[in-house]
């Protein structure tokens, strides 16, 4: 079936660096989304790609959809506290369900 | 507007019990789904209703797991007989069309077996 690769796995980074995650595929995904997860919450949106080599801002986060459809990252810019959370790339799956398909998430460890 | 709701939060049953899992869609959803999250690992997709009727039910693991909508409001989840490899954090998220991917999310359910 279908599967995506995130990386890195986990992060542990100082407050005010960038931090870029990446998200890739054997197969071809025509959406890409990233969500984050607070804990004890659940998935939240944070930016929604749909075209080949989109790349969209949404305040600190930055998220391209790969021109091969096969892969996508996401960035942020100057991190804070309260970034903290689990970071989810997903794609929409065959089958014209709307099924996710989600990648195995990025934890995400800001220090103060 | 109230989000998806589940209930339980959390719930920690023994190997062989039954646990009941609900999730209650924002209003006017047609689509509701339910994905399983095991520790460290990626969210999983189980399975997705139109109204009340099942239109994917590819990713239920075993006939241990059954899901019901009736009425195409709430969902319920059962699990019967638990085992301990059901352990996880159950999601629930509905949206208003299938092809809009602005799913929202539950909260989720932690189910601890042992």
């Known amino acids: 079936g279908q599967q995506l690769n995130q990386s890195p796995q986990s992060m542990f980074i100082q407050e005010g660096e960038d931090v870029s995650m990446n998200c890739t595929s054997s197969?071809?995904?025509?959406?890409w989304l990233w969500y984050k997860q607070d804990p004890g919450e659940g998935p939240v949106l944070l930016i929604a790609l749909y075209k080949a080599g989109e790349l969209t801002s949404n305040g600190r986060l930055t998220a391209q959809f790969g021109i091969t459809r096969k892969d996508s990252f996401l960035n942020i810019s100057a991190s804070i506290p309260s970034d903290v959370g689990i970071y989810f790339c997903a794609g929409i799956g065959s089958g014209n369900t709307g099924k996710l398909i989600f990648g195995q998430g990025t934890t995400l460890q800001v220090k103060p | 507007e109230a989000g998806v709701t589940q209930f339980p939060s959390h719930s920690v049953i023994e190997k062989g019990q039954t646990v009941t899992l609900r999730c209650d869609p924002i209003s006017g959803h047609d689509n509701l789904y339910w994905y399983r999250r095991v520790m460290g690992k990626e969210i999983k997709f189980l399975l997705h209703f139109v109204k009340e009727s099942k239109q994917d039910e590819s990713g239920m693991p075993n006939n241990r797991f059954l899901a019901e909508r009736t009425g195409g409001t709430y969902s319920t989840l059962k699990v019967q007989p638990a085992e301990l490899e059901d352990s996880g954090v159950y999601f629930c998220?509905?949206?208003?069309?299938?092809?809009?991917?602005?799913?929202?999310f539950g909260s989720g359910t932690r189910l601890t077996v042992v």
């Open positions: 998220a509905s949206s208003q069309d299938w092809r809009d991917s602005f799913y929202t």
């Open positions: 197969s071809i995904f025509n959406t």
